[in-house]
């Protein structure tokens, strides 16, 4: 196996779980594993999930939908993405449950389902401040009310999307929770079924209480992550990633030399230099260039020179390191620890973008089931 691997620990995802419920009351728990289950795996991490029973699965696409279903899941899916006129069939064929955002969509998949004689299973999609997808909630009482009345449609679910739930002191996310229920209110006056209301992400999981309705939606929280560096920590979730390599090369070098395209860095003193064999090719950031560090022998090791498309350099200073020795770029060795919300920090970008960029080059190993 490459030397260079992800480490998931399965044992962290279930304390993870467990604590989401706990602080929720026990609300039916959707767990979000598009993108690669947050770059820990999708079948695996999904499969895991099903086995600790929550409610249902959250993916972006169709393709990851399919792939679940072939791979043996049973469990409801439901996939978040904008929906085409050509993918209805294979929802249906494939028993996925999709989003419905207009008027436009719920006409065609009623179309659809009656020539098949067969019935969809929606989520109504309503915009209450994202901006992203969905009819707005102030129109949205006429296609809450065609949905309901469409034959060949079941409403399962209507949902929105928090656009600032991260930051606990955004006025704009009680509004959206305000704009959503007054919306979803037409379910009662039209004297049916109230549907599964959904609106809670990660954030609202975290701060919003009155987001959790009837179904949560957690994702990057599920795997030991906050949304951003700056979110408070009030649930001590464990982070179950760990990104590990070994030093493939090492060589000292005089004052003066200079390592890595463009010779970004220069040694101020004679150095020790190891290789570490991964690089933006696997999806770790090519901004961590000359600024982030990796953990060798518990020290920290700053990165020298740019990061390459499958390798790196990082200055050891003056401690002779061997090829081999153990490297941690995410995650604890010794009594030293990176963190992934410590990363987006310096790469300028969110912890999102450092877990899910980790792609299908780099082999997962998983622990602790």
């Known amino acids: 196996m490459r030397p260079s691997y992800i480490e998931v620990d399965l044992n962290n995802l279930r304390h993870n779980l467990a604590l989401i419920r706990k602080h929720t009351d026990n609300r039916a728990v959707m767990a979000v594993v598009k993108a690669n289950a947050y770059g820990h795996g999708l079948l695996r991490v999904a499969q895991f999930y099903e086995k600790l029973g929550v409610n249902c699965l959250g993916v972006a696409l169709l393709e990851e939908g399919i792939l679940l279903r072939e791979s043996g899941i049973t469990l409801p899916i439901v996939v978040f993405g904008g929906v085409s006129a050509q993918q209805i069939p294979e929802f249906l064929e494939w028993n996925l449950e999709f989003f419905v955002a207009s008027p436009e969509m719920l006409e065609i998949t009623e179309k659809i ?51 600032c739930a991260d930051d606990p002191e955004n006025p704009l996310t009680l509004k ?15 004297g049916v079924e109230m549907p599964l209301r959904h609106l809670a992400n990660s954030g609202g999981v975290l701060y919003f209480p009155e987001s959790h309705l009837d179904l949560i939606r957690p994702g990057i929280l599920l795997y030991g992550v906050y949304p951003d560096a700056l979110s408070p920590h009030i649930l001590d979730v464990r982070p179950a990633l760990q990104l590990k390599s070994q030093v493939s090369f090492h060589k ?36 961590l260039s000359n600024c982030g560090e990796v953990l060798i022998r518990g020290k920290r090791r700053k990165i020298a ?12 200073e003056n401690e002779s390191i061997k090829t081999g020795d153990e490297i941690v770029l995410i995650g604890r060795q010794q009594d030293q620890c990176i963190t992934v919300e410590e990363l987006s920090v310096l790469a300028e970008t969110i912890p999102y973008e450092i877990l899910t960029n980790l792609n299908e080059r780099l082999p997962r190993i998983y622990t602790n089931e």
């Not at 020539?115 to 994202?130: C, E, F, I, P, W």
């Not at 997808?133 to 009482?141: H, K, P, W």
């Not at 959206?176 to 039209?190: G, I, K, N, P």
């Not at 390592?259 to 090719?281: C, D, F, H, N, R």
């Open 113 to 163: 389902c009656k020539s098949q004689k067969r019935q969809a299973t929606v989520h109504l999609k309503l915009d209450s401040g994202m901006g992203r997808i969905g009819i707005d909630t102030e129109d949205s009482a006429k296609f809450i009310e065609d949905a309901v009345r469409a034959k060949h449609i079941r409403v399962k679910g209507v949902c929105s999307h928090l656009a």
């Open 176 to 190: 959206q929770v305000e704009r959503f229920l007054d919306a979803v209110s037409v379910f009662e006056r039209l």
């Open 252 to 287: 000292s070098v005089p004052s003066g030399f200079s390592v890595s395209y463009g010779a970004t860095w220069t040694s101020e003193k004679p150095s020790e230099i190891s290789t570490v064999p991964l690089g933006y090719g696997d999806g770790y950031r090519r901004q």
């Open 305 to 316: 020179g740019r990061v390459c498309m499958d390798q790196f350099m990082v200055n050891c």
